[in-house]
C-alpha cells in the first residue's frame, strides 16, 4: 500500500492547524509555529514517501515516553550527531565571517554541573578514592588571539572515574558531589592547573533509551576517555571543548562524534608526584593550552544556553 496523501488539501490544513501557523502569532509564538509546522510537515512527508506503518509510529511514540522517563534526551541528541551538527554549524559561522585561530571547540555533552568551586591557579579535583585510577595533571595557559596570556579566566573541568561514571550522575551512587570536577582561576600568567585520576571512556546506560535505538542501529554507546572544559574570560567568547586521551582505541569510533584532530595531546609519563600531593610519583602529565577568541560584534555569538544539572559544593 503506497498512497500519497501529503500534498492534499486536508493534510496541509491539519499541519498549519496543528501548529496554529497564521503567521498572526506575537514573536516567540510565531517562531514555536514556524519550527513545528516544519518539523511535524517534514515527519508527515516522511511517513508517506517511506510509507512508514502505523505499528511503526506508535513504536517511536512509545519510544518517546521511554527516553523522557529514563531522561536521556540529551544524551540521545549526542548519539545522533545532532550536538555535533551544532558545532558543524558554528565552525561554518566563524568562517564565514573569517574567525578562525581559537582552540576548536567540540560538544559540552549532558554531564556537566555547575556549581563547582573555583580555585586560584591549582585544584585538585580527585575527591573519592579510585584505586583503578593512576594520577593526572592536567595544566596549560590561556592566551587571546594576540598570544597575550589571559590572567583571571575560569578553566572548569569535568571528567568520568575509572569506570566511565561522572559524578552527580553516577549509577552507583558512589561518587561524592563535584568528584572529577573542578573550576580555576588563571594566575597572571595564564596558567591553569588540575590534578587528578586518569578517566576511561563512558558508555551509555545499557538498558536505557539511547542504547537501545544505537542497539537497533547496530551502533555501540560508547565514548573514548576525555577530558570536557569551559574555558571563560571577560571580553572574551566562551569556550566548550574536549580532549581525549591519546592511544584510547575508541578516539576516531566516538558514539557522539566530539573528537577532532587538534584535541589529542600528548600523554607524558612523569616522576615527582610525591611532592605534588599525588598517590604515586609517577604519574602522567598532560599540557593542553587553549586559545580563546574574540567576541563578534561585542557578543558572545557561541554562548549556549540550555539546562544544566547545578548542585552545591
Ligand atoms: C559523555 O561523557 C559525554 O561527554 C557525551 C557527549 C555523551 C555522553 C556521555
Ligand atoms: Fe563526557
Not at 584532530?261 to 609519563?269: G, T
Not at 610525591?274 to 598532560?286: H, R, S, V
Amino acid at each position: 500500500m503506497s498512497v500519497k496523501v501529503f500534498d492534499t488539501k486536508e493534510v496541509q490544513d491539519i499541519l498549519k492547524a496543528a501548529s496554529n501557523f497564521d503567521g498572526k502569532g506575537a514573536n516567540g509564538t510565531a517562531r514555536i509555529q514556524q519550527i513545528l509546522h516544519r518539523l511535524l510537515g517534514d515527519l508527515f512527508k516522511t511517513i508517506d514517501d517511506l510509507d512508514i506503518t502505523p505499528d511503526e509510529v506508535w513504536a517511536g511514540v512509545n519510544y518517546l515516553n521511554k527516553l523522557g522517563q529514563d531522561g536521556e534526551a540529551a544524551l540521545l541528541a549526542a548519539g545522533v550527531g545532532l550536538e555535533k551538527y551544532l558545532d558543524i554549524r558554528m565552525d561554518a559561522a566563524d568562517k564565514a565571517i573569517g574567525l578562525d585561530g581559537g582552540t576548536p571547540r567540540t560538544i559540552e555533552g549532558p554531564l556537566y554541573v555547575a556549581g563547582a568551586p573555583v580555585r586560584d591557579g591549582v585544584s585538585k579535583i580527585d575527591i573519592d578514592v579510585d584505586e583503578e585510577a593512576g594520577p593526572l595533571v592536567i595544566h596549560g595557559t590561556v592566551t587571546d588571539l594576540d598570544d597575550k596570556p589571559v590572567a583571571g579566566a575560569v578553566v572548569e573541568c569535568w571528567h568520568a572515574n575509572s569506570k566511565g561514571f561522572y559524578s552527580h550522575f553516577d549509577p552507583t551512587g558512589a561518587q561524592t558531589e563535584f568528584n572529577l570536577r573542578g573550576a580555576v582561576k588563571t594566575d597572571a600568567d595564564g596558567k591553569y592547573e588540575f590534578r587528578t585520576l586518569m578517566p576511561v571512556g563512558y558508555g551509555c546506560p545499557p538498558q536505557g533509551a539511547t542504547q537501545q535505538l544505537l542497539n537497533a542501529l547496530d551502533r555501540h554507546g560508547n565514548r573514548p576517555a576525555h577530558v570536557h572544559f569551559f574555558v571563560a574570560a571577560d571580553n572574551l567568547r566562551k569556550l566548550t571543548t574536549q580532549f581525549n586521551i591519546e592511544g584510547d582505541p575508541l578516539i576516531w569510533d566516538d558514539f557522539a562524534y566530539a573528537t577532532r584532530e587538534e584535541l589529542i595531546p600528548p600523554v607524558v609519563e612523569k616522576t615527582g608526584g610525591a611532592a605534588l600531593g599525588l598517590k604515586q610519583d609517577t604519574y602522567k602529565d598532560i599540557e593542553f593550552n587553549f586559545t580563546l577568541t574574540s567576541l563578534v560584534k561585542g557578543k558572545d555569538n557561541q554562548l549556549v544556553c540550555r539546562q544544566r544539572a547545578s548542585a552545591t559544593a
